[in-house]
């Protein structure tokens, strides 16, 4: 059975930092593009981060470059987002995902991905305080 974990959400003050992680289980995630999205009350979906382990493709959302860092530990089959100067507007539901994609981009994080990947964690909220 395919299951991924989040956890790691919070709630912080603007300026902080919060570390998401994301089990995974029945899937290897080096083989699959994996990422994370978020959302805000009221607000689309949308597509914070992926990378592809085995591929090497990686992509950030403009709003968190510099700011946010996805990785993960194939030995653990875990993901991260490291997420340093938070600010209010990261205040969200953040969820990880995984697709069979061979690669991930910006395509894979947008309007395609909010329907149609494959497994959904169940979500993990931050809240950012001004």
């Known amino acids: 059975e395919v299951q991924l974990q989040a956890s790691g959400g919070g709630l912080v003050q603007a300026g902080g930092s919060l570390r998401l992680s994301c089990a995974a289980s029945?899937?290897?995630?080096?083989?699959?593009?994996i990422g994370w999205f978020r959302q805000a009350p009221g607000k689309e979906r949308e597509g914070v981060s992926c990378?592809?382990?085995?591929?090497?493709?990686?992509y950030y959302v403009d709003s968190v470059k510099g700011r946010f860092t996805i990785s993960s530990d194939s030995a653990k089959n875990t993901m991260y987002l490291q997420m340093n100067s938070l600010k209010p507007m990261d205040t969200a539901v953040y969820y990880c995902?995984?697709?069979?994609?061979?690669?991930?981009?910006?395509?894979?994080?947008?309007?395609?991905?909010?329907?149609?990947?494959?497994?959904w964690g169940q979500g993990t909220q931050v809240t950012v305080s001004s």
């Open positions: 995902v995984a697709d069979a994609s061979a690669m991930c981009d910006k395509e894979l994080m947008g309007a395609w991905g909010r329907q149609a990947m494959d497994y």
């Open positions: 029945g899937f290897t995630i080096d083989d699959f593009a």
């Open positions: 990378m592809h382990k085995n591929d090497g493709s990686i």
